[in-house]
């Protein structure tokens, strides 16, 4: 179990935090479960009680500004209910990247799923389907709660009246240039936002790999070939 939580601050000011695995990827599964526990840590904003998540095709740990609040990356947001009303968890954020909803391109930060509420501190089930710059799904508990597409840059930083320089983006001109280029691939990362929050059982599939059936590595799985990957007695 991966665990955040802040027993040592004594107030909360903007540090965010992103736990990096240590290389990109392309099409692929990643399944886990988190479970919010506790109060928030003094400072946090209001709108981030009980929430935290992934964040899917991001751009390295290496090429961040130093003050960057968020990753450019597509964030699988997890939400914990408060138990009055519905709050909906598995949504999608787009910190400096923009995708198609039902085939029309939306401009909107975050869009919400069709999850259930999750009050309390409980376990729940989260998986996202990874097929590189074509679509993406988000499961919860089992269920698609959400689907988009064609995941590109752009779309200003937390929404288009936000820029890169807003969030402190490094090169930030070399983001501008990529402006409606694919996001084809990129890192995995747990996100920490001021809400203590653990993770477990975390289980990653690449689905890009050899093709071949001639191949001692074939997977019928696969959904992207690597033929420099493919091994053969």
């Known amino acids: 179990m991966i665990r955040v939580n802040y027993k040592e601050y004594d107030k909360f000011t903007t540090e965010y935090g992103h736990m990096y695995y240590n290389k990109p990827f392309s ?3 990643i399944r886990l479960q988190y479970r919010f526990t506790g109060n928030q840590v003094p400072g946090g904003a209001s709108w981030n009680v009980r929430n935290s998540g992934i964040m899917l095709h991001s751009q390295s740990a290496a090429s961040l500004g130093l003050d960057q609040d968020f990753p450019i990356s597509l964030e699988m947001q997890y939400l914990g209910g408060l138990n009055a009303g519905d709050r909906t968890t598995g949504n999608l954020c787009t910190p400096g990247t923009i995708v198609d909803i039902q085939g029309k391109t939306t401009e909107e ?6 999850s259930k509420t999750y009050n309390g501190d409980q376990w729940v089930t989260a998986e996202a389907i990874v097929l590189g710059d074509s679509i ?28 890169f320089k807003d969030g ?3 090169s930030e001109e070399e983001w501008i240039k990529k402006s409606g280029s694919p996001l084809r691939s990129g890192y995995i990362a747990l996100q920490a936002e ?18 071949d059936p001639k ?12 033929p420099k990957s493919c091994k053969y007695k």
Do not use: E, W
Not at 109 to 114: D, K, L
Not at 138 to 156: A, M, Q, S
Not at 194 to 211: A, E, T, V, W, Y
């Open 215 to 226: 191949a001692v590595n074939y997977k019928s799985y696969y959904q992207a070939s690597d």
């Open 168 to 170: 402190k983006v490094a």
């Open 136 to 163: 993406v799904y988000h499961l919860i508990g089992g269920d698609t709660v959400l689907v988009f597409t064609n995941p590109k840059i752009g779309g200003g930083y937390v929404g288009k009246n936000h820029n």
């Open 194 to 211: 001021s809400h203590p929050i653990d993770f477990r059982n975390i289980q990653l599939l690449d689905l890009k790999g050899c093709m």
């Open 27 to 29: 099409h692929y599964k």
């Open 109 to 114: 930060h975050c869009i919400s799923s069709t």
